[in-house]
């Protein structure tokens, strides 16, 4: 038996880096940030940029790894450039430098002047200029770099259930007996079916998904876009009303409709809720035509009033 203890739908998102980046300044980050450059002087016009720990005021940012300056090009996100790694270093957005600051995680881009950074961003520095340009801490020009989390290129969701045998296990409609592995699915549905509920894993794609036994059971989607949404349907009835979703799933729209639900019928038109509180009571019924749209007030008993 399943221990049940949700009686509604479940709907988790999985589908990007979340959070902002919160940079600061200061003479040495700590173990859980990653230093990018460091300033000759924040507060200076005339400021340089160098490599970490070169002046005393590194810019460490927590969340990102592997943020290295190097000749060769950067495999994931060049950040930007810089002239040299040590005195009299200039700022580039451009190529022309011979140092690249490969930025691992996060996301760089400079504004044009006068610009601020979007929603997702978070200013790191500011600079003179997109070329041949001066470093300076945030505000002190205005001309912003920003940053963000870059999104993943893998999405990993592992969930586990407390299942036990008596729990039909299906996969893209066909059942899964015992540990299977899949790197395909025409509608990616990892789906257990148990007496009072069902429950699993749904996406619109997937690159891999499998079923794995250790005392429980243990599901594993992987997908490779960052475009994909993870559902996890907490539901009741079995894998039919999960299975009925199919083409909305996989179009994305699922997530649109007004009330998402894969056991409930799904309503066309939204509920709106009108309280009426007015200062006086209502002996008759009244009737509005303000243009496109009619209103009917019903009394329909002592302190009832209808809104058609």
């Given at each position: 038996?399943?221990?049940?203890?949700?009686?509604?739908?479940?709907?988790?998102?999985?589908?990007?880096?979340?959070?902002?980046?919160?940079?600061?300044?200061?003479?040495?980050?700590?173990?859980?940030?990653?230093?990018?450059?460091?300033?000759?002087?924040?507060?200076?016009?005339?400021?340089?940029?160098?490599?970490?720990?070169?002046?005393?005021?590194?810019?460490?940012?927590?969340?990102?790894?592997?943020?290295?300056?190097?000749?060769?090009?950067?495999?994931?996100t060049s950040g930007f450039h810089l002239s040299s790694r040590e005195d009299n270093a200039h700022f580039s957005t451009f190529g022309g430098y011979r140092l690249n600051v490969c930025t691992g995680e996060m996301n760089t881009r400079i504004t044009s002047k006068g610009d601020m950074c979007l929603a997702n961003e978070t200013e790191l520095f500011s600079v003179s200029g997109p070329?041949?340009?001066?470093?300076?801490?945030?505000?002190?020009?205005?001309?912003?770099?920003?940053?963000?989390?870059?999104?993943?290129?893998?999405?990993?969701?592992?969930?586990?259930?407390?299942?036990?045998?008596?729990?039909?296990?299906?996969?893209?409609?066909?059942?899964?007996?015992?540990?299977?592995?899949?790197?395909?699915?025409?509608?990616?549905?990892?789906?257990?079916?148990?007496?009072?509920?069902?429950?699993?894993?749904?996406?619109?794609?997937?690159?891999?998904?499998?079923?794995?036994?250790?005392?429980?059971?243990?599901?594993?989607?992987?997908?490779?876009?960052?475009?994909?949404?993870?559902?996890?349907?907490?539901?009741?009835?079995?894998?039919?009303?999960?299975?009925?979703?199919?083409?909305?799933?996989?179009?994305?729209?699922?997530?649109?409709?007004?009330?998402?639900?894969?056991?409930?019928?799904?309503?066309?038109?939204?509920?709106?809720?009108?309280?009426?509180?007015?200062?006086?009571?209502?002996?008759?019924?009244?009737?509005?035509?303000?243009?496109?749209?009619?209103?009917?007030?019903?009394?329909?008993?002592?302190?009832?009033?209808?809104?058609?």
């Open positions: 038996m399943r221990k049940t203890f949700l009686s509604f739908v479940c709907i988790l998102l999985v589908s990007s880096v979340s959070g902002q980046i919160e940079p600061e300044i200061r003479d040495e980050c700590n173990n859980q940030e990653e230093p990018v450059i460091s300033i000759s002087d924040p507060q200076k016009l005339y400021s340089h940029p160098a490599e970490p720990g070169y002046y005393d005021n590194n810019l460490c940012v927590e969340g990102i790894s592997d943020v290295v300056i190097q000749e060769e090009r950067c495999e994931g070329d041949n340009a001066h470093v300076g801490g945030p505000g002190l020009f205005d001309r912003l770099v920003c940053g963000s989390y870059a999104e993943p290129e893998n999405i990993t969701l592992e969930i586990e259930f407390n299942l036990t045998s008596d729990d039909d296990v299906y996969f893209d409609g066909e059942e899964v007996e015992g540990e299977q592995s899949f790197d395909s699915a025409d509608y990616p549905a990892m789906v257990a079916e148990g007496d009072e509920l069902t429950s699993g894993i749904v996406s619109d794609k997937m690159s891999s998904a499998s079923r794995s036994i250790e005392g429980e059971n243990v599901y594993v989607m992987k997908a490779n876009s960052t475009s994909s949404d993870f559902i996890i349907p907490f539901t009741k009835g079995d894998r039919n009303n999960i299975q009925n979703r199919e083409e909305l799933i996989k179009e994305n729209e699922f997530l649109e409709q007004i009330r998402p639900s894969f056991a409930y019928v799904l309503p066309e038109n939204p509920e709106v809720r009108v309280i009426y509180d007015p200062e006086v009571d209502i002996d008759s019924n009244i009737s509005y035509s303000p243009g496109r749209y009619n209103f009917e007030i019903v009394k329909e008993g002592e302190n009832s009033v209808g809104i058609y």
